[in-house]
Nanobody, 118 residues
């Protein structure tokens, strides 16, 4: 399995923006589906967004229209541009990878904290 390292988290006021990055060491990164998940205190981890190897993107209803996921295969990196942030977006954000043919994400980063103040 490859190593995933998230960065870009921090403290931001409501209405502000942040861009998260996830660097992957896996050589076959371009063939993997990649996703962002988050876990708020006291809540279960939830899906945020994903991008497939072909570029198709999917979003949870709570972030659609505010967040944008993208990937740069040349840099083995995915991004999550988060705009119009809300206090309820506060969570630890995790990057995940899913190898071709697998039903579940099987490789996870350590997470990066995003805190949105009101």
């Amino acid at each position: 399995q490859g190593q995933l390292v998230e960065s870009g988290g921090g403290l931001v006021q409501a209405g502000g923006s942040l861009r998260l990055s996830c660097a992957a060491s896996e050589r076959t990164f371009s063939s993997h589906a990649m996703g962002w998940f988050r876990q708020a205190p006291g809540k279960e981890r939830e899906f945020v967004a994903s991008i497939w190897s072909g570029g198709s993107t999917f979003y949870s209803s709570s972030v659609k229209g505010r967040f944008t996921i993208s990937r740069d295969n040349a840099k083995n990196t995915i991004y999550l541009q988060m705009n119009s942030l809300k206090p309820e977006d506060t969570a630890i954000y995790y990057c995940a990878a899913k190898a071709p043919g697998l039903a579940k994400y099987d490789d996870w980063g350590q997470g990066t904290q995003v805190t949105v103040s009101s």
